[in-house]
C-alpha cells in the first residue's frame, strides 16, 4: 500500500479533476436523481474518466486499485444509508410525501363570490384587455 500512497502523493491537478469527475458521475449514475438518459450520460462519463484516470497514473494498476477502492467506498456509504434509513426511517413513511406536505385546506369565508365579480374575472379570462374593467361590478 506504501506503493499507492507515493501515487498518489504524485498526482497532478489533471489527475485530480478526472478522480472528482469520476466521483461525481459514478454517484449520480447510481441514483434516480437525473433520469434514466442521464444515468446513462453518467455512466459513460464515469467509466471515460476512470480509465482516463487509471491511465494517466504511474503505473496503471494503481489507478485501477484507486478507482476500485473508491466505487467500494461510495457502496459501502449507499450501504450504510440505505441500513439507517431502514432501521429509522422506513416504518414511518406509511404515507405519501405530497400527502405529509401538503398544507390543510383553508376554510372557505362566509362571503362568497358574487355573481359580477365572478362574470368579471371570466370576462378577464376571455379577454384580457378587460382587465380595467374587472373590479366594476356596478355596471
Known amino acids: 500500500m506504501s506503493a499507492v500512497g507515493s501515487t498518489l502523493d504524485a498526482m497532478g491537478v489533471e489527475q485530480y479533476l478526472l478522480a472528482f469527475l469520476f466521483l461525481v458521475s459514478y454517484t449520480f449514475a447510481l441514483s434516480d436523481f437525473i433520469g434514466v438518459r442521464g444515468r446513462h450520460y453518467a455512466v ?12 494517466r497514473t504511474d503505473p496503471w494498476m494503481h489507478g485501477v486499485l484507486v478507482v476500485v477502492v473508491a466505487m467500494v467506498a461510495i457502496g459501502a456509504f449507499a450501504g450504510i444509508v440505505w441500513g439507517l434509513w431502514a432501521a429509522f426511517g422506513w416504518p414511518h413513511s406509511d404515507m405519501p410525501v405530497a400527502e405529509r406536505l401538503e398544507a390543510p385546506p383553508a376554510p372557505l369565508p362566509d362571503e362568497t363570490l358574487s355573481l359580477g365579480a365572478a362574470a368579471a374575472a371570466a370576462g378577464v379570462l376571455h379577454r384580457p384587455a378587460n382587465l380595467a374593467g374587472a373590479g366594476d361590478t356596478q355596471r
Not at 459513460?44 to 491511465?55: D, E, P
Open 44 to 55: 459513460m462519463a464515469a467509466l471515460t474518466s476512470a480509465f482516463a484516470f487509471a491511465m
